[in-house]
């Protein structure tokens, strides 16, 4: 919601729809629209950490819900702390840093669908941006000083000059300025033009002049309200309100009836101009090549007012560069303006369609590989099973012959054993005899017929 200058809440509220358009056009499947505004979670400092309270202010006990949160990693520093309640909410987390400046954590699955999100982005971002211009020139025309005709007179000069949105909390901490945060003293309306002298971030100073003639009339009224901030509207009920960064991405969303924010006017604007640059060279050499890319991401630097190494991490798109490095630029059609374009914004948003086809393309190739990989894989996986069952039977046949080779020579033993039992039986039968017959003779010969004859 827009700072204001006065205690009356603000009458002209647009973020809630323009949350509620985002939310519904850009969330990934299985998330849901988080707002900080609505009650969440909060946290309590204790001896050995923090304690979490839900909505109604009970402590939560939940195991699985205290891991939840601390998995969020929120700094300890950190106040004013908002937790979502919902583990599928896009924004986990919100906080203040040490410096007074609001902190987000979002969900690991926004991150990596934003993260992943960089062609089509870009791409619609582009077939957007007649929309928001058509818009920002209707609202541009409105009568007396609504907010959406001094946000459309920022939103132009962003188009137009590539100057960063600024927050509240730079200015306030650091004197560095942007857009939202000027001071009438940062202005000055000559005879047909506009111009802004101030210091932006990292000290860098601007000396910047517009010669739009709506944005002038836009800017002159606004330096006549009073109070230091510049760009101030007139609410439903005549209170004065500043305009902050925040409303000005609220705008963009309502406007293009996507997830745009100031930061991609610059992303734009500085692949735009990279590819306008690098389309117009000739290279010899792929040494020559990273030379003039080197000088280009200078320059965009300079239109940015930004250092080299940011600008090719976060303002030029990787399709430039990949496309100057391959030799592609020089194939793209013919340069030609369209309604709301200009013909270097064509050309980039025809990189981008054929960016996004070719990574297609390569998903689809990667994917044939992948299923021709993953059959492979089986069938191995079938073949070495197969091998595995052949082992098996092998050693169960071979166990089974040492079975059989066993129990063979356990029976041979039984069989000798009962054979000598049978023999020994027929001996003690034939000695039994003996002894009978033995003792018949005896008995037959009377007494003394055993001992031996006297000498």
């Not at 707002?35 to 950490?49: F, I, L, N, V």
């Not at 702390?81 to 040490?98: E, F, K, L, S």
Request: with cysteine.
């Amino acid at each position: 919601m827009p700072t204001t200058n006065s205690t009356t809440p603000n009458a002209h509220a647009p973020a809630d729809d323009a949350a509620k358009q985002a939310a519904a056009t850009t969330m990934p499947p299985g998330l849901r629209h988080a707002d900080d505004s609505k009650p969440g979670y909060t946290r309590k400092r204790e001896k050995d950490g923090f304690a979490y309270f839900d909505v109604e202010g009970k402590r939560i006990e939940d195991e699985a819900e205290i891991q939840r949160i601390n998995s969020l990693a929120i700094p300890p520093a950190y106040e004013d702390v908002w937790i979502c309640p919902d583990p599928r909410g896009h924004i986990q987390a919100t906080g203040r840093d040490t410096r007074g400046r609001k902190q987000y954590r979002y969900h690991p699955r926004w991150r990596e669908t934003r993260d992943a999100d960089k062609y089509e982005r870009m791409r619609e971002f582009g077939r957007a941006l007649p929309k928001i211009r058509a818009r920002v020139a209707r609202d541009l025309e409105l009568p007396g000083m609504p907010c959406d005709k001094v946000m459309a007179a920022v939103v132009r000069l962003l188009d137009t000059t590539l100057v960063r949105i600024g927050s509240v909390e730079y200015a306030r901490e650091n004197q560095s300025y942007g857009l939202t945060t000027l001071r009438k003293k940062h202005v000055k309306v000559e005879a047909g033009q506009v111009r802004f002298k101030f210091r932006g971030k990292s000290g860098i100073e601007h000396d910047v002049t517009v010669d739009d003639a709506r944005v002038k009339r836009i800017v002159r009224r606004c330096a006549e309200l009073p109070g230091h901030d510049l760009f101030q509207y007139l609410d439903d009920e005549g209170n004065r309100r500043t305009v902050g960064s925040a409303d000005i991405n609220d705008y963009l969303r309502r406007a293009s009836g996507a997830d745009f924010t100031a930061k991609d006017y610059r992303t734009w604007a500085g692949s735009v101009y990279a590819l306008a640059t690098l389309r117009r060279l000739v290279c010899e050499s792929a040494a020559e090549a990273r030379r003039h890319i080197v000088a280009t991401v200078k320059e965009v630097a300079g239109l940015l007012r930004n250092t080299p190494a940011v600008c090719r991490r976060c303002y030029i798109h990787p399709a430039v560069i990949s496309a100057f490095e391959a030799d592609e630029l020089q194939s793209l059609p013919p340069g030609q303006s369209r309604r709301g374009l200009k013909v270097d914004e064509v050309a980039f948003a025809a990189l981008l369609a054929h960016a996004e086809k070719r990574a297609a393309k390569l998903a689809r190739q990667a994917g044939a590989k992948g299923r021709k990989l993953r059959e492979a894989q089986e069938a191995d996986s079938i073949n070495g099973s197969i091998s595995t069952l052949l082992q098996k039977s092998r050693a169960i046949r071979k166990e089974a012959n040492k079975a059989a080779l066993k129990a063979g020579a356990k029976t041979a033993r039984q069989g000798r054993g009962k054979a000598a039992a049978k023999a020994g039986v027929q001996d003690e039968a034939q000695a039994g005899i003996k002894a009978r017959a033995r003792s018949s003779r005896r008995a037959a010969a009377g007494p003394g017929a055993d001992k031996p004859a006297a000498g």
